[in-house]
């Protein structure tokens, strides 16, 4: 499986920036597709979770600010960033996992930037 992420860029504080990560294959083939996300000096964290199943988990960071909405056609899961703040700021990475929990599957990464 391959994972294409894109939509990162510069937004002004209280805004808001959509994130897609495209797979390569039916996303009923995986466990579980979400976002992470790592800012300068920081370790990588996991924002946003999707499971095949569609329940959904956040990170107490981003809950009721991010969504993970996902269209089952286009095989795309998005990350939908609202009300952004500058530690927002970080590459957001793409991430799945198969079925069986044993393969990870990482997409590159899109920086996004939250400052005026």
């Known amino acids: 499986v391959q994972l294409q992420a894109s939509g990162g860029g510069l937004v002004q504080p209280g805004g808001s920036l959509r994130l897609s990560c495209a797979a390569s294959?039916?996303?009923?083939?995986?466990?579980?597709m979400g976002w992470f996300r790592q800012a300068p000096g920081k370790q990588r964290e996991l924002v946003a979770l999707?499971?095949?199943?569609?329940?959904?988990g956040y990170a107490d960071s981003v809950k009721g600010r991010f969504t993970i909405p996902r269209d089952i056609a286009k095989n795309t899961v998005y990350l939908q960033m609202d009300s952004l703040k500058p530690e927002d700021t970080a590459v957001y990475y793409c991430?799945?996992?198969?079925?069986?929990?044993?393969?990870?599957?990482w997409g590159q990464g899109t920086l996004v930037t939250v400052s005026s």
């Open positions: 294959g039916s996303i009923f083939s995986l466990n579980n």
């Open positions: 991430n799945a996992r198969s079925f069986d929990l044993v393969t990870i599957y």
């Open positions: 999707i499971t095949s199943g569609g329940s959904t």
